[in-house]
């Protein structure tokens, strides 16, 4: 198994969280749309390596189908009606494949728009999260203690008493009758999922029905006075058919049992591939039956974190420059000192930062910060689709900073998340300091900072401000009119829209002689208009071979259209899945829409091109 297709595997079995709903296909599209769209999107229109393109479709189609088949077994009737055959914490099927529910397409009717004239306000779907969220973050990013969790829950929680070697803790997250404990690998390449779960009648009664295949080994153990049951393996969805296929050679091991009325399972995911330490069923065993509720013992940290900026600044030697003005809903939360690279680090939350913090600085009188190819490793790997550009940034050396964005950042270097993408490097008088932010747009969590954004902060630190506070931002509009103003082209409008849609966004990017404008609707469509673009169709057929084209027309010119998840040429079928991109150029534009997990077909998205006016 490739190394990187793994850690995008892994990477998103930690990120997801399965929705517990009577139909499954809304949820689990709704969560592949808002999360993956703009990210997987944003690559594509930046042309990033199509090898890695490639293995990122095919990772998320394994897991996409590993996530419906859960979804499957633990929230439909007929999931839960399945015969046990003597199996106490799994459920045996009569067979060694799962096909796949087919879901009902919508009927589907464009509506009627006006360019520039507001739709009446929708209310957004409120975003299913765990019931300690707010305070401990998702599945994706849990952050509370052991100490912390014990506390918010009325019944004991248990943790592994050793880790094997190159894991560590990240966090824990839940609700009133179930914790998750997630334990896992600097490189994501390894993980453990420990999760403890009151379980009566009333509210644990789902929490067994996980479907396995009729000749899927499950062994009976013994952890402490307890029984429980080994299994190892997953459905395999990558047969590029609508069925799944148990595979038991996956790196994925499961052990379930009781304790007393607490239900515990213990999730092991590694890559085989690796020359590393692996957990095995024995070691798994030790593990479990080690667990302990003590109360965690704190370690020394070489890293002071969580102290004001008094303290910080003590630590530190040198007055910080803070910022006085944030972005939108950002707030500062708190600072930390590492001694060894005699670095702050400031850190700001956003309530949309469910999966990591996306705002924070680092600053440092002393000594050099992480230069650019090791906070972004991609700037050496892949500089085609990294952009840099040198800003103007009022109080800095030389009235300049450095600009890039386009990769996610190294999360194990200081002040730096996995979801941050955009760095603004800055020497001011006695002070250096790197701006860490998230640009990729989400407008319904407005966890993102833009370029001109990440100047004002720079100018805010500084005291010099070049930037006028009222100066229009091109990553931020609402006006066509004001985006035309940036883009110096004539930006068009769909006149037909599904009914949810509404223009939340502009943004106008230039990089290099490419000036493009990407307008989000209803938070899950993109359509991008660009000017300076050299390559034409036939350089977008050819470019990723990973990527099935279907030749079409829009207004009578030429286009190409595609939809699903690929690899190698070879379509991989989850059902209810539509990531779609229609590209074709007008007048020396190019015009692409993006539409990430929706069922509509192709005749929706070619009547929305066509009506661009």
Not at 376 to 404: C, F, N, W
Request: proline letters at 6%; one cysteine or more; charged letters at 20%.
């Amino acid at each position: 198994m490739d190394e990187k297709t793994f850690r995008n595997i892994l990477r998103q079995v930690i990120e997801q969280s399965v929705p517990h709903r009577a139909n499954p296909w809304p949820a689990v599209q709704r969560r592949f749309s808002q999360i993956d769209v703009i990210h997987n999107e944003d690559q594509r229109i930046n042309q990033a390596v199509s090898v890695s393109n490639r293995r990122t479709r095919l990772a998320t189609a394994v897991i996409l189908a590993i996530l419906i088949v859960i979804t499957v077994v633990f929230t439909t009737p007929q999931g839960r009606a399945w015969a046990q055959s003597a199996l106490r914490f799994f459920i045996r099927s009569d067979s060694n494949t799962l096909v796949l529910p087919t879901p009902t397409p919508p009927v589907i009717s464009l509506v009627e728009v006006t360019p520039d004239v507001p739709l009446p306000t929708l209310t957004p779907t409120p975003r299913q999260t765990l019931a300690f969220a707010q305070q401990c973050g998702d599945e994706s990013f849990p952050k509370c203690t052991l100490n912390q969790i014990r506390g918010m829950l009325y019944f004991p929680v248990k943790e592994l008493a050793s880790l094997p070697s190159g894991l560590r803790f990240v966090g824990a997250t839940g609700g009133p009758d179930q914790v998750r404990l997630v334990y896992r690998s600097d490189d994501l390449t390894r993980a453990i999922f420990l999760t403890e779960s009151l379980h009566t009648p009333l509210t644990g009664a789902l929490s067994m029905d996980f479907k396995v295949a009729v000749n899927t080994p499950v062994e009976s153990v013994q952890i402490g006075e307890a029984n429980g049951e080994y299994l190892k393996g997953m459905w395999d969805g990558t047969s590029g058919n609508d069925s799944l296929t148990w595979n038991s050679n996956l790196p994925i091991q499961f052990l379930r049992w009781m304790e007393g009325d607490i239900f515990i399972e213990m999730m092991v995911l590694e890559n085989p591939d690796l020359s590393v330490h692996q957990v095995d069923k024995t070691e798994l065993l030790l593990l479990a039956r080690g667990l302990t509720d003590v109360p965690e013992i704190p370690t020394p940290q070489p890293i002071a974190e969580h102290l004001s900026i008094a303290e910080a600044e003590a630590l530190a030697g040198f007055h910080l420059l803070i910022p006085d003005k944030l972005p939108r809903e950002y707030r500062f939360s708190h600072t930390s000192y590492i001694p060894d690279m005699k670095t702050v680090c400031l850190i700001y939350q956003n309530p949309g930062d469910y999966r990591g913090q996306t705002l924070s600085i680092a600053e440092s009188a002393s000594a050099s910060l992480t230069a650019l190819n090791e906070i972004m490793p991609d700037y050496s790997k892949h500089p085609s689709y990294i952009y840099t550009e040198t800003l103007t940034v009022g109080g800095a050396r030389d009235r300049t900073g450095l600009y890039a964005y386009g990769a996610s950042l190294d999360d194990k270097k200081p002040c730096a998340g996995r979801e941050q993408n955009a760095v603004l490097m800055v020497q001011a008088a006695g002070v250096q300091f790197s701006i860490y932010a998230n640009n990729y747009v989400e407008v319904s969590e407005q966890n993102f900072v833009t370029r001109l954004e990440m100047v004002k902060l720079a100018e805010s630190m500084t005291g010099i401000h070049i930037v006028a506070e009222d100066q229009l931002d091109p990553g931020y509009l609402h006006s066509v009119k004001d985006a035309e103003g940036f883009a110096s082209f004539h930006i068009k409008q769909p006149t037909r829209l599904l009914p949810e849609m509404s223009l939340d966004l502009i943004q106008v990017i230039q990089e290099g002689q490419i000036r493009r404008t990407v307008m989000l609707y209803g938070g899950y469509i993109i359509i991008s208009q660009s000017s300076g673009v050299t390559e034409m169709l036939d350089t977008i057929y050819n470019e990723d071979p990973g990527i099935i084209w279907e030749n079409v027309t829009v207004n009578g010119q030429p286009a190409l259209y595609s939809n699903g998840l690929f690899d190698n040429g070879k379509f991989i079928t989850i059902p209810g899945d539509g990531t779609m991109s229609l590209i074709w150029f007008e007048n020396g534009i190019e015009y692409r829409i993006f539409a990430g997990a929706t069922p509509y077909d192709k005749e929706v998205f070619i009547t929305m091109a066509e009506s661009m006016r």
